[in-house]
């Protein structure tokens, strides 16, 4: 929780002095209130993480642990997909941003002749000369 505090104590010093509880629609807004939910969160699962390492039977210990990795993961994934969408808001470019990939040139692949290629057979026919016990 150390590293946790120090993160949210950075992103904190950063955002306040845009003064993000007074300018609604700013990344800096988004930043502190979704750093603000990321650090609670993340808090409540850890207490809950150390409640159950102390006080479950041995084979419920650890079952919390999965879900405070996936939380975690959620609410740093959950900052890192509002940001862009926040710019896009505040710059008025709408939510539809187009693909790299839209206009990349498609890739020609060389035809191949079928027929050159040769004809295995694969049927069990050939088997059929050998000695009964040999299948």
């Not at 692949?109 to 040769?118: G, R």
């Amino acid at each position: 929780m150390f590293y946790d505090t120090m993160v949210l104590g950075f992103i904190l010093a950063k955002t306040l002095p845009f003064r993000p509880h007074s300018n609604a629609n700013t990344i800096a807004r988004t930043l502190a209130a979704d750093g603000l939910l990321y650090y609670f969160v993340v808090l409540v699962i850890n207490i809950v993480w150390t409640i159950m390492l102390l006080e479950a039977p041995d084979g419920l210990k650890e079952i919390a642990a999965s879900l405070k990795l996936f939380l975690t993961i959620t609410m740093g994934s959950r900052i890192t997909l509002n940001l862009p969408k926040e710019h896009r808001k505040i710059t008025y470019q709408g939510s539809r941003q187009p693909s790299r990939w839209e206009n990349a040139p498609s890739l020609q692949l060389p035809a191949i002749a079928l027929e050159s290629v040769p004809h295995r057979d694969h049927s069990l026919s050939h088997y059929s000369s050998l000695p009964s016990e040999a299948l």
